[in-house]
């Protein structure tokens, strides 16, 4: 990291270590006043004029030295092998710096991949009954298999099982904490949080040492949806947190899903009023995929040879990587995927398809067509086709 960068992030940092500032004071001050730094070097009167900096936030800044105090937690941080990921970070996650309030800071144990675009939140009920437990273990592993990602907020029932389903299918998991990374909460998942960290990463937006709080929870719920192309609901009663996060979903345009439950069940309550509103109802991994938005940008990974829909995980020995641009095409089997990539923006001729492909004509051919009913494939006049835009 270059002097600049550093200094840059721990202006970052500063800012994100002023009690009182939650992300949309954060945000409103960034964009008055250009930079970190800007927030930093401004005046108590040009703070005090913006909406929302009362006395107790600028006795805040008066009494502390947060510069001094940013370095201290950089420091930190490199001890504990956490990355702080700042907002102009080029690692930063791209769909989450597209929300209304995107964390200045997110520090980050573990490992942020690109092909972490493609991931789902499965939220739930704390208190889940075992019919939630498994569906969300069995959409977790399958989507897991299917080279979804999935992200949850770490907390007890529904999330706790989705995390680990993703664990032992062998897949990717992101956990979203709303206390710091050094007051891992709820205390017994400190162990499922260090396995998370090897097999994905677990992240936070508050400092450190920032012990949970109720207020911290909603806030954290829309770091979960912002990582998501979608939300899937598993057991919401209809005063839940959890429809907190399916709010923010559709506040940033990500797709929700609901799992239906026994009609009588309390604990499922949330989930039918979101279906009896339009959201889509999920009876498998399928469902889900099916309805999923747009990657911001596509995203390479290693060919998946697998069937999200298996129940038993099979190694691929193929390293070769693909272009996913759209979360259809993950349930895709190997064959299709392999002709989808042959395929480019710019039209192309069936024949020159077949030929690249070195397979038999006819598998050829059946194979674009069902690409085609996926709405993967556009044919063209003059036998050329076309791969869809994402």
């Known amino acids: 990291m270059s002097q600049t960068d550093s200094r840059e992030l721990r202006s970052y940092l500063a800012v994100n270590l002023v009690r009182g500032l939650g992300p949309r004071l954060q945000t ?7 930079s970190p730094a800007g927030i930093l070097q401004a005046s108590p009167e040009e703070l005090s004029s913006t909406p929302g900096i009362g006395r107790k936030i600028l006795e805040e800044l008066r009494l502390h030295n947060h510069a001094d105090m940013a370095r ?13 990921l700042s907002l102009a970070d080029e690692n930063y996650p791209v769909a989450l710096r597209e929300i209304a309030d995107p964390p200045l800071i997110l520090y980050q144990q573990g490992a942020l991949l690109s092909a972490d675009q493609l991931a789902v939140a499965i939220v739930g009920s704390r208190n889940c009954t075992m019919y939630g437990r498994r569906m969300a273990e069995q959409l977790s592993a399958g989507l897991a298999r299917a080279g979804i990602t999935i992200v949850s907020g770490l907390a007890r029932g529904i999330d706790s099982f989705a995390h680990r389903a993703a664990l ?4 990717r998991t992101v956990a979203v904490c709303a206390s710091g990374l050094k007051e891992i909460y709820p205390p017994e998942h400190l162990n ?13 937006e508050s400092p450190l040492y920032r012990k949970p709080t109720r207020g911290l929870f909603p806030q954290r719920n829309r770091i979960v949806s912002g990582m998501s192309l979608g939300v899937v609901v598993i057991e919401a009663s209809s005063i839940s947190g959890t429809l907190h996060t399916a709010r923010h979903a559709m506040e940033q345009g990500r797709e929700v899903f ?35 938005g747009p990657l911001v940008q596509p995203v390479r990974k290693s060919a998946v040879q697998t069937s ?8 691929s020995s193929d390293s070769r990587e693909v272009e996913v641009r759209s979360p259809r095409e993950v349930n895709l089997t190997e064959q299709q995927s392999t002709i989808l990539n042959l395929l480019h923006d710019a039209p192309m001729l069936v024949d020159t398809v077949i030929e690249q492909s ?27 086709l076309l791969r869809m835009p994402r």
């Open 72 to 84: 201290r937690e950089l420091e930190e941080c490199r001890q504990l092998d956490i990355t702080p």
């Open 28 to 34: 409103v001050l960034l964009e008055r006043f250009g």
């Open 358 to 384: 070195g397979l038999e004509p006819s598998r050829v051919l059946s194979t674009l067509t069902v690409l085609e009913m996926k709405r993967l494939v556009q044919r063209l006049p003059g036998n050329q």
């Open 168 to 171: 032992q299918a062998g897949g």
């Open 308 to 315: 999200p829909n298996r129940t038993a995980s099979v190694e």
């Open 192 to 204: 499922l949080a260090s396995e998370i960290s090897r097999q994905g990463a677990v992240i936070s």
């Open 258 to 292: 609901a799992v239906p439950g026994p009609i009588d069940s309390r604990e499922s309550e949330g989930c039918h009023a979101l279906i009896r509103d339009g959201v889509k109802l999920v009876r498998g991994v399928d469902d889900i995929l099916e309805d999923l």
